[in-house]
């Protein structure tokens, strides 16, 4: 099987999907998948701003199958060309061969081995934050297609994940009055002191809620990306805006957490608080009922034979379709740690294994 997938991949690495810039089109990777499946009814859509997806379906299947063709941007610390698929004894190396062109070069030459019903959705848009090709797809299974169940294909070394964090990212703008920094009240006046009064609340909260738990996942993730804002400094900062983002547990309520967040400004320095991105956590839906989603995927992981896997920190599109109603799960060959790297590489045995694992499932 692996001498099957190989080439696929070999073609896929070819073509430039990065994502930025995300100038991708209805033909070139979309027009070689198309021509690989000719068995399939095959629809091709164009999203805007870049956002591509072919829908397969042969059969009359009753879950889907998703994987998306962009990829991070390459860095110039790449040792050779990355668009140029380079096979070694153990691993196959270039741009996007683990996150995650290797698992749609698999299920290419999975579909290509036999008859079975089987449904593909290759998007790409989920390097970008910006998750059109799952919206329209999850807007027309409701009325159209009628999938209950979804596997997503990312990086988990051949395990089926259950759950991840979610992640969101929010921009606040704080306000001062400006002034000469030697006044009196130019500790309260100041924006950025604000801000970093704000900083060290939100981390103090952040640590208290370590003791928290799901599915092997423990504790709140943060971090502040950036802080900008005064003049110099013997000036009272009149502006200044923070860049953060979080990850909940998906026993956790995004809404309340916003709203604690928030809460740790002072309201009278707080000129903005807006939400810049969602991705909700997996299972998605009613916290509440986290556990049961989670138990839900799992009975599907044991129906398709998949070994499971522990929970992960990083965020998937699984979590889009989970939302939406369906069973979800992820899995796919490969290792995260090697997603988004110079040289970035799938192991040939996780690719074969993978292969050989949808082949017998379609």
Sequence with gaps: MLSNVLPHLEALVSFDTRNPPR???TGGIFDYIRAQLPDFRVEVTDHGAGAVSLFAVRGNPRRVFNVHLDTVPSS???????FRLRVTEDRAIGLGACDIKGAAAAL??????GKGDAAFLFSSDEEANDARCIAAFLARNEKEYGFREAVIAEPTRGEAVLAHRGIAAVRMAFKGQAGHASAENALQLSALHN????GAAALDHVEAQKHLRFGGLTGLRFNIGKVEGGIKANMIAPSAEVRFGFRPLPSQDADELHATFKALANPDALAEYEPTFWGPSLPSGDVARAEERRLQARDLADELGLPIGNAVDFWTEASLFS???LTALVYGPGDIAQAHTADEWVSLEQLRHYAETVAKLL
């Design 23 to 25: 100038e991708i089109t």
């Design 76 to 82: 110039p610390a790449w040792t050779a060309d990355p």
């Design 195 to 198: 801000a970093m009064r704000w």
């Design 323 to 325: 939302a939406a109603g």
């Design 108 to 113: 290419i030459a999975a579909a290509q081995a």
